[in-house]
């Protein structure tokens, strides 16, 4: 054996770990505009962000980082719901006394049950409000309709989400709660009692329902969710990233643009000898271009002076910092607050009054003015009216402010809309007592 | 490079080529196996044997229910009505949300949100859309009186024994 072959082998084992790491992440923390560029769209769950993004989009005052909030809630529930499915049965007979258990002998039982529970709650209001900033800021207009429209499905999976996973822990409120909620449903004209009986799988809420619901709670639901959430992000990029006004592309740049995009067979990106040199191993066999963003009017990067910045680190920064507050917030509501766990299911006892989850509760307040009307007209009008939206107000002007005065009529009447839905969850939540009279909370 | 010469009949555009054919014949096959597909899926998830409480079931000899008798029977969601030689059978389940309506002095209450009942579930107040149905009850072989609530009949007709 030469002694050439022999120091090969050791400086192959020295390198051993560097190599490893180099494998899986193909480059170094980015110092130059280039490696950002490339740590973008190298990397698997980078690639799905753009490797820059306009400083409008990043202006927590224009999100509020509602979108990603309800995303990084999903994937708590998803991460706590997997958890709690390792002790948790689907049989009317062990359910509740599972849910005891979580409460008394699993470790940290009662801490993910309460995680879970109340991330299920902030989600559903989470893109419910993200649902408001995108109306408010005129962002469902073209070429983000398609987009909108995938939000109010997502919007409605959440809800049933959340709805049948109130039926698993087996207890009164959980009971009752989904025998008014599936009774709404049967109000629907000529399917609505089939549609109840295929939900159930029975005529009442029993083993047959718990399963039924468990099975859409942990497999059917979030498979459907992750599907339309991947479609949801995958749009915001084909459309053009995230709503901006028009002006704000006029804006004359803050700093000069750093990427050139050449033709041709030559790639110029780096800005510095120190850079092209870091960016050599990149160059030889394959041209890389920035991939710019897609459509027509909001195609900016390239030559043109623009007020997009990298990604890494000014977005991946932004999202890193919503997602600690996210989760700190869930624990900090979990720490303070237990899920509640009312007494066994008993049927022959129902609560007075028996209330559906409260985001149903505006729907239940309505039912008790008109069955048909209020549990399946009036919604199926205003879910029709809300995917429709974007193809009847098509006029693009102001896209990408909150409020734009020429859009005061739209903004007023989906102000009311919100703002009715709103009180009539708070009217059926603190102010319907027994018999679901008027009492007052105070 | 030169574009392949199309054939002339392809131009003229309405008339019926082949592919065309073919094409529409394979893309109603594909999509009527979709539509079949997820009508089955349907079927399947549409039980057809239930494994609560059956709908037809016994309720003992006539005997056991006096004249004027209105005995609530709780796990079967029906209160059972005796009227002199008559009898029947009442659903107790509310027609607005699926509470329990219990039996008062005037008909039915439901404890959930307040709709009420007469003696025959007509709704006298309350949320409630409908009246209670009425099921309908037979003797079986046995003599013992059999209620399927399958079987929704008028209101007012009763079984005489």
């Known amino acids: ?442 | 490079m030169k574009a392949p010469v199309k054939p002339a009949i392809e131009e003229s555009g309405d008339a019926l080529t082949r592919r065309r054919m073919l094409s529409w014949f394979s893309g109603f096959g594909l999509f009527g196996s979709l539509i079949i597909t997820a009508f089955s899926n349907l079927i399947f998830i549409k039980p057809r044997a239930t494994y609560g409480q059956p709908n037809r079931f016994s309720i003992g000899k006539p005997e056991e229910f006096p004249s004027g008798a209105r005995v609530s029977l709780d796990e079967r969601r029906v209160c059972i009505v005796r009227e002199g030689d008559k009898i029947a059978a009442i659903s107790t389940t509310c027609t607005h949300l699926g509470c329990i309506v219990s039996v008062s002095e005037t008909g039915f209450a439901c404890p959930c949100h307040g709709s009420r009942y007469d003696q025959d579930g007509n709704v006298t107040g309350g949320p409630a859309p409908r009246a209670l149905p009425w099921y309908q009850v037979r003797l079986a072989p046995n003599g013992e009186i059999e209620v399927d609530k399958d079987a929704e009949i008028e209101a007012g007709s009763y079984l005489r024994v």
């Open chain 1, 1 to 442: 054996m030469s002694s050439q072959t022999t120091s090969s082998s050791w400086k192959s084992l020295v390198a051993l770990p560097e190599n490893i790491w180099r494998s899986i992440f193909r480059n170094p923390l980015p110092s130059s505009d280039l490696g950002r560029a490339s740590t973008s769209f190298t990397n698997f769950f980078l690639h799905l962000h753009p490797v820059k993004v306009h400083r409008h989009s990043l202006k927590a005052t224009f999100t509020l980082g509602l979108g990603l909030i309800s995303f990084f809630l999903f994937f708590i529930l998803v991460v706590t719901g997997i958890l709690l499915m390792f002790y948790y049965v689907p049989s009317t007979t062990q359910a509740y006394d599972r849910m005891l258990d979580l409460r008394g002998t699993v470790a940290f039982g009662i801490f993910l049950r309460n995680m879970h529970r109340w991330a299920a709650h902030g989600m559903v209001a989470a893109v419910f409000l993200h649902m408001c900033r995108v109306f408010l800021t005129g962002s469902y207009k073209p070429p983000r309709e398609f987009n909108w429209v995938l939000g109010v499905f997502l919007l409605l999976v959440t809800l049933f989400m959340s709805f049948t996973g109130y039926l698993l822990p087996w207890d009164q409120l959980a009971f009752w709660a989904i025998t008014v909620g599936t009774s709404i449903a049967s109000y629907a004209p000529l399917v609505g009692k089939q549609v109840k009986f295929i939900l159930l799988g029975d005529t009442t809420v029993g083993q047959e329902a718990l399963l039924r619901f468990y099975v859409l709670h942990v497999a059917v639901l979030p498979a459907v969710l992750s599907l339309l959430v991947a479609i949801h992000f995958w749009r915001i990029r084909k459309d053009g990233g995230l709503s901006r006004p028009e002006e704000e592309d006029s804006l004359p740049a803050e700093t000069p643009a750093t990427v050139e995009v050449l033709q041709g067979p030559a790639v110029v990106m780096a800005t510095s000898p120190a850079a092209a040199a870091a960016a050599a191993p990149l160059i030889p066999k394959r041209h890389y271009g920035i991939q710019g963003l897609v459509r027509g009017p909001f195609t900016k990067v390239g030559n043109v002076p623009d007020r997009s910045v990298f990604s890494w680190p000014n977005l991946f920064m932004a999202e890193l910092v919503v997602f600690l507050i996210t989760v700190a917030g869930v624990l900090i509501v979990s720490l303070f607050f237990n899920a509640p766990l009312e007494q066994p299911v008993n049927v022959m006892h129902p609560p007075n009054p028996a209330k559906a989850p409260w985001y149903f509760l505006g729907l239940q307040e309505q039912v008790s003015y008109s069955a048909f009307w209020g549990g399946v007209g009036i919604p199926t009008i205003e879910v029709l009216l809300l995917l429709l939206v974007p193809y009847i107000d098509r006029k693009i002007v102001g896209v990408g402010r909150w409020f734009a005065r020429e859009r005061l009529l739209a903004n007023f009447l989906f102000l009311t809309f919100v703002i009715v839905n709103v009180l009539l969850i708070v009217i059926g939540t603190f102010f319907r007592g027994p018999n679901w009279e008027f009492v007052s909370p105070w």
